[in-house]
């Protein structure tokens, strides 16, 4: 086919068609919805095979820089436990359970009415990370919330990519500044998970520009963006964290976003290295469902150490890769169960990522139920019924 005929075809219908090359029609990037014409398996997942553990949720939400202890919830409980039992869905993990007060007002809200479907981890206080007394603050911060029933800690890529020395001016704080120290290891007296979101797509190290493979989603949000400026390389928030889960052995890590989705072979040479670390899949199948051959392999040799999680917000709609919902679940139950081919990552109707579609893994069943479950209730120290 030439260029002549090959633009004939895709623009047949929606303008005159060109009948040379250089009066050809332009359709802008944004206004492109290709529909697939493969005619493959489309497998409808209902339910979950096993109950699932989602890992990684926001159904409270604070401001973790602005030392005010407020949280919110985008929706009430009722709300989530129907999508729940609709979906398999045994328990949500709510990692941004906020801090002192707030944090008791999010257990009070989820966990302590219905224990058995909420569990909530705590925050560190980003805000007085400045202050000369912090170490053994937020040592005892972590007691005081395990005290109320916090079940582990969140660590946002604050650390690392936001915080500074004045919390929001001056040098970046180092993801293993021995400030932090106590904190971890108080993580580890008390047997509560670190959930650790560290650095982000590579693509948001790069200049948005044509050649950037996220090109329309770093557009549409440009404060995602760390390409300049004096942003520390992805490479170097990973090793820092690698410095930390090695000095912190006795801590359980759980790398969220599958710690380097984008480089699998990095992240097994971690989990090698590292037996205090797992990984946990949320917002990344687009990742993972885009090299289906390298990560059924690595499901195959990590499969003890994977945890599922869907980063979930609820009316997260600006971000349509982790709205919670029905459809939501029922994409990433496809994804691990099925070997369909080439479908959506995301509920969109673009690929809010990047322009690409995934692969199911079908994952055998052993590995389906130490996913969906039986990974995140070992280190959660539960035992479901
Ligand atoms: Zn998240």
């Known amino acids: 086919m030439n260029r002549r005929t090959l633009f004939h075809g895709i623009f047949a219908g929606l303008a005159p068609a060109p009948l040379f090359a250089d009066t050809k029609a332009t359709l802008p990037l944004t206004e492109f919805e290709p529909k697939s014409m493969l005619h493959v398996q489309e497998t409808q997942v209902e339910r979950a095979k096993y109950p699932v553990i989602d890992f990684h949720t926001h159904i409270s939400w604070g401001d973790n820089m602005a030392g005010k202890e407020a949280v919110r919830f985008p929706a009430p409980a009722s709300e989530l436990l129907a999508v729940m039992d609709r979906r398999n869905l045994r328990m949500l993990v709510d990692l941004t359970g906020g801090y002192g007060k707030g944090l008791e007002k999010t257990i009070a809200t989820l966990q ?9 981890f705590t925050e560190p206080w980003w805000s007085k990370a400045p202050e000369p007394g912090y170490p053994q603050f937020q040592a005892d911060q972590i007691a005081r919330a395990h005290q109320a029933g916090a079940r582990g800690i969140k660590v946002l890529k604050t650390l690392g990519l936001y915080l500074r020395e004045n919390v929001r001016s001056g040098k970046l704080i180092k993801i293993d500044d021995p400030r932090f120290d106590p904190m971890w290891e108080a993580a580890a007296a008390y047997k509560m998970p670190v959930a650790i979101h560290t650095s982000d797509p590579e693509a948001f190290f790069l200049p948005i520009d044509r050649f950037n493979e996220r090109y329309e989603e770093l557009n549409a949000h440009q404060d995602w963006s760390f390409h300049g400026k004096d ?3 992805n490479r170097e928030l990973q090793e820092a964290r690698r410095r930390v889960m090695k000095r912190h052995a006795r801590t359980q890590f759980v790398c969220l976003h599958v ?21 946990e899949i949320g917002a990344r199948i687009g990742e993972l469902g885009r090299q289906p051959r390298t990560a059924r392999k690595f499901f195959d040799k990590y499969q003890d150490r994977i945890l599922f999680g869907t980063d979930a917000v609820p009316h997260g709609e600006e971000f349509p890769q982790q709205v919670f919902g029905d459809k939501l679940y029922q994409i990433y139950y496809r994804f691990l169960e099925t070997e369909d081919e080439y479908f959506d990552y995301a509920p969109s109707r673009i690929p809010p990522q990047g322009r690409w579609r995934i692969y199911g893994l079908g994952l055998p069943d052993p590995i389906l139920r130490k996913v969906y479950n039986a990974n995140a209730a070992r280190l959660l120290g539960l035992t479901l019924s």
Do not use: G, Q, W
């Open 259 to 279: 710690a380097d989705s984008e480089d699998l072979a990095y992240t097994s040479e971690l989990l090698d290295s590292l037996p205090n670390m797992s990984v």
């Open 231 to 233: 942003f520390p390389s």
């Open 112 to 120: 302590k009415p219905h224990p058995d479907r909420f569990i909530v």
